[in-house]
T-cell receptor, first 110, second 119 residues
Framework: DGGITQSPKYLFRKEGQNVTLSCEQNLNHDAMYWYRQDPGQGLRLIYYSQIVNDFQKGDIAEGYSVSREKKESFPLTVTSAQKNPTAFYLC?????????FGEGSRLTVL | AQTVTQSQPEMSVQEAETVTLSCTYDTSESDYYLFWYKQPPSRQMILVIRQEAYKQQNATENRFSVNFQKAAKSFSLKISDSQLGDAAMYFCAYTEYGGGGTSYGKLTFGQGTILTVHP
């Protein structure tokens, strides 16, 4: 099946630990995005990448890092510097704002 | 900075009836795209409909249509003949138009409207 694959679906982290969320696409899109969703709020952009080996900070990049070594992959690392990491994370790929989203990863800090 | 506002946190509709979800936005750009995305209980976001700002004609996709008022910066979604499967959170979103710019394709989302469909 074509689309965006995120893993894991659920992830628990102890305070002080870094965790990495995986995002893989087989849609052949150049641009990929990471969004964070909190209850009662819309999606907020963390990082985005428009081409391999290049990425830009979004609106809430502090405490997060990304890499884009392959067109198909755009992993997100939630570092210990992120003070409130418990959230739902969505990865997307697409063009001109028409985005295909993954099923999301729910991160909970214990 | 662009902002997108959805003033209706929750809406409800009877099955087979029509409902309209509201969205306003603020931008200084003249060319842009507007979207409605749907997030069902499965949490996977799905594109419902798209509108290019330079087009005067309102976009339509089957039972979904928009009322785009560029001067008023208003972009509402009308769902006709509502079905139980339409129950979801709906997000209005905006992005600038034009390839090559760093903002191109970045979506700014509203806060969302939860739509409940009653049988």
């Amino acid at each position: 099946d074509g689309g965006i694959t995120q893993s894991p679906k659920y992830l628990f982290r102890k305070e002080g630990q870094n965790v990495t969320l995986s995002c893989e696409q087989n849609l052949n899109h150049d641009a990929m995005y990471w969004y964070r969703q909190d209850p009662g709020q819309g999606l907020r952009l963390i990082y985005y990448s428009q081409i391999v080996n290049d990425f830009q900070k979004g609106d809430i990049a502090e405490g997060y890092s990304v890499s884009r070594e392959k067109k198909e992959s755009f992993p997100l690392t939630v570092t210990s510097a992120q003070k409130n990491p418990t959230a739902f994370y969505l990865c997307a790929a697409g063009v001109s704002g028409e985005l295909f989203f993954g099923e999301g990863s729910r991160l909970t800090v214990l | 900075a662009q902002t997108v506002t959805q003033s209706q946190p929750e809406m409800s509709v009877q099955e087979a009836e029509t409902v309209t979800l509201s969205c306003t936005y603020d931008t200084s750009e003249s060319d842009y795209y507007l979207f409605w995305y749907k997030q069902p209980p499965s949490r996977q976001m799905i594109l419902v409909i798209r509108q290019e700002a330079y087009k005067q004609q309102n976009a339509t996709e089957n039972r979904f249509s928009v009322n785009f008022q560029k001067a008023a910066k208003s972009f509402s979604l009308k769902i006709s003949d509502s079905q139980l499967g339409d129950a979801a959170m709906y997000f209005c979103a905006y992005t600038e138009y034009g390839g090559g710019g760093t903002s191109y394709g970045k979506l700014t989302f509203g806060q969302g409207t939860i739509l409940t469909v009653h049988p």
